[in-house]
């Protein structure tokens, strides 16, 4: 079986030692995206968020009456953590062809078909059967696989109900920083008002300057500038990744000051290119902001 961290090793496409929290953005690909998370991801759009919309929607047709599909997902549910390709599969079949892309498109894919879990948390998140609606509720809280639970959460996320802010802020207690993380993206796609307590909870008290930055650049497009003061304190961060995220989502929200911030930080910045480069491109961006 190929090794967990060989699956991974495509994705730093922006920042090549990133620890796994990182898979979120592209393993959950597949999930139907809001103009919230859209803004607040590669694209680096400062839009403001547009405003939830109502929860409680039409999903389409129950599967109630549909015991085949609930019974043959549930079972799949039940095997999921002992479903894995053959050893072959990886040398003899087409899967060998999706182990070498490098797309956010295609590294969704290569997840898909190497953990069953992933296509299974995805499709929970379109039925309004309750026990498929329980399942999904069980693999955001309890997943032991953190990479499922992640998608789990995020899929969660797009339904849009009030009730499960409390899963959101239960993740954002988690050790893990994979699960922080994605408990951000789910808030970010759920988009209700509770949402920005989270984020401004988050920016004070989490102890990883990556979840930080991230809760801090969405708390900013909502509307509190307490998020871009974070992004500052952070561009001078001793920590080098720290530094280059801030500089990066500076680039996406900050103002003409932070053009100068910008350029102060290149020539501060001597040992770390990835810095480097996200300095220089956030100041092209803010480059139009700048004073005469």
Request: glycine share 8%; aromatic share 6%; hydrophobic share 40%.
């Amino acid at each position: 079986m190929i090794p967990r961290r060989a699956v991974r090793a495509a994705l730093w496409l922006r920042f090549p030692a990133v620890a796994a929290w990182g898979l979120l953005a592209c393993a959950c690909h597949g999930v139907a995206q809001s103009p919230a998370s859209a803004g607040a991801g590669a694209q680096g759009s400062n839009t403001p968020v547009s405003a939830p919309k109502k929860a409680g929607g039409s999903r389409g047709p129950s599967m109630e009456h549909d015991p085949q599909i609930v019974t043959t997902l549930l079972q799949l549910l039940e095997s999921k953590d002992k479903t894995r390709p053959a050893e072959s599969d990886f040398t003899d079949t087409t899967l060998k062809d999706i182990l070498t892309l490098g797309t956010p498109a295609g590294f969704h894919l290569r997840n898909r078909y190497i953990h069953l879990g992933v296509s299974l948390a995805q499709a929970l998140s379109v039925t309004d059967d309750p026990r498929l609606k329980s399942q999904l509720i069980e693999l955001a809280r309890w997943e032991r696989s953190e990479e499922i639970r992640a998608i789990a959460l995020i899929a969660l996320a797009t339904r849009k109900e009030p009730e499960h802010g409390g899963i959101f802020r239960e993740a954002l207690d988690n050790p893990s920083a994979e699960v922080r993380f994605a408990a951000l993206e789910a808030l970010e796609l759920w988009n209700l008002p509770p949402a920005k307590d989270l984020f401004l909870r988050t920016v004070r008290q989490d102890f990883s300057p990556v979840i930080r930055i991230y809760a801090g650049q969405a708390l900013f497009r909502r509307g509190d500038p307490k998020g871009l003061a974070v992004l500052r304190a952070e561009l001078d961060s001793g920590d080098w990744l720290a530094r280059g995220m801030a500089a990066r989502y500076l680039g996406d929200l900050g103002t003409g000051e932070d053009y100068d911030r910008l350029l102060n930080r290149m020539t501060l910045e001597q040992n770390n290119d990835f810095v480097l480069a996200e300095c220089a491109i956030g100041a092209l961006k803010l480059f139009p902001k700048k004073k005469p």
